[in-house]
């Protein structure tokens, strides 16, 4: 693996193996020193072209545990053209001897041209590219599901058999389509649940199921995870952009309210990327029950980009320790 641009690229033993690292990543978290030396000197450069909290702070805080440099570029705004601005910002972060580019952009293949074009020699990183992947969120997603689902001790595990429900704008969450590909290579089942406007082209191709009626998908998949996706109003002409007709009906047909909640598996958790829309695709009582992940899925965010990042950079040289080292810095 010498970037990681798609869950779609990874086999199941690439998967479980950076799940797996992010669990001995995750042992260091709860010490009271958190930092490890394994990429002392080495500089990890944040390209964000679009707007992001959880992402880019989780990206710096990994890189940072491990004792990377970090430098934040945040290029929102930018006016040049984007093929061009890409390259030429990549051709400087060459020149500046970058390590790693985690970088998120608007535009669907933006991190792919970044791997492939021949401008820079580091490992890319994918943080979010327009509709189409994101692929630390989907393994932050996973690590989630392992832990909470198989329980005790989930190393080597994949998630075999397990059903999960994703519902929401499916139309233009990279979210959606990361979790498709990796739960589908993990074994899991999973069931997209959309109004048929916020559903893509193509969506019967993907390894999965459809359908539009949430209280139904509740009541007959009987999910042990439901991820609700945010309705991506800003990728939308409009509030509602004619996908449908009010926030208000979208929440009747396809919030996660405190009914639906109640209908859920007893052992079924409630999962969402963030940010959330409160009252719209989650009602509160669903985002602060006890079975809400929400949290959680941010804490494992910053050990699975650990993994991630000490895989693509420590271990591929073989003059850098395979083994991390669990030693404080
Ligand atoms: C997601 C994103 O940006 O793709 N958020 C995230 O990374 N935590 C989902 C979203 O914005 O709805």
């Known amino acids: 693996m010498r970037h990681l641009l798609s869950t779609a690229d990874l086999s199941r033993a690439e998967a479980i193996g950076i799940l797996d690292t992010a669990e001995t990543m995750a042992q260091t978290q ?49 006016s040049v053209s984007k093929g061009e601005s890409l390259k030429d910002t990549a051709m400087t972060l060459q020149a500046m001897g970058a390590d790693a580019v985690v970088i998120r952009h608007g535009a669907s293949g933006a991190p792919h041209r970044l791997a492939r074009a021949g401008w820079i020699d580091a490992p890319v990183l994918n943080a979010g590219d327009g509709a189409h992947q994101h692929p630390t969120q989907a393994l932050l997603d996973a690590f989630t ?27 233009h969450s990279r979210v959606a389509r990361s979790n498709v590909d990796l739960l589908h290579t993990l074994g899991a089942q999973v069931l997209l649940v959309a109004p048929p406007t916020l559903l893509p082209v193509g969506v019967r191709a993907w390894p999965c199921q459809v359908t539009f009626d949430l209280d139904a998908a509740i009541a007959d998949f009987e999910p042990d995870a ?20 009010s926030p208000m009906e979208y929440a009747r047909r396809y919030g996660l309210d405190a009914t639906r909640v109640n209908a859920l598996p007893e052992h079924a958790i409630i999962m969402h990327p963030g940010p959330m829309n409160r009252g719209l695709e989650i009602s509160a009582a669903a985002a602060d029950s006890p079975r809400s992940t929400i949290v959680e899925q941010v804490t494992g965010g910053v050990a699975v980009r650990m993994a991630v990042l000490y895989l693509l950079l420590a271990g591929a040289d073989p003059s850098v320790q395979t083994e991390v080292s669990l030693e404080e810095s």
């Not at 394994?38 to 707007?51: H, I, K, M, Q, S």
């Not at 832990?147 to 929401?168: H, N, S």
């Open 226 to 245: 439901i991820m609700t996706l945010r309705v991506q109003r800003e990728r939308m002409s409009s509030a509602g952009g004619g996908f449908f007709p």
């Open 145 to 171: 599901m392992r832990r909470r689902l198989l329980g005790g001790q989930p190393r080597g595990a994949d998630l075999a058999g397990r059903r999960v429900v994703i519902v929401g704008d499916v139309l």
């Open 30 to 78: 709860s010490r009271q020193i958190k930092k490890l030396p394994a990429l002392r000197g080495l500089t990890v450069v944040n390209l964000f072209f679009e707007d992001s909290t959880r992402t880019r702070i989780s990206f710096e805080a990994a890189a940072k545990r491990l004792s990377a440099d970090v430098i934040n570029f945040s290029a929102k705004g930018s």
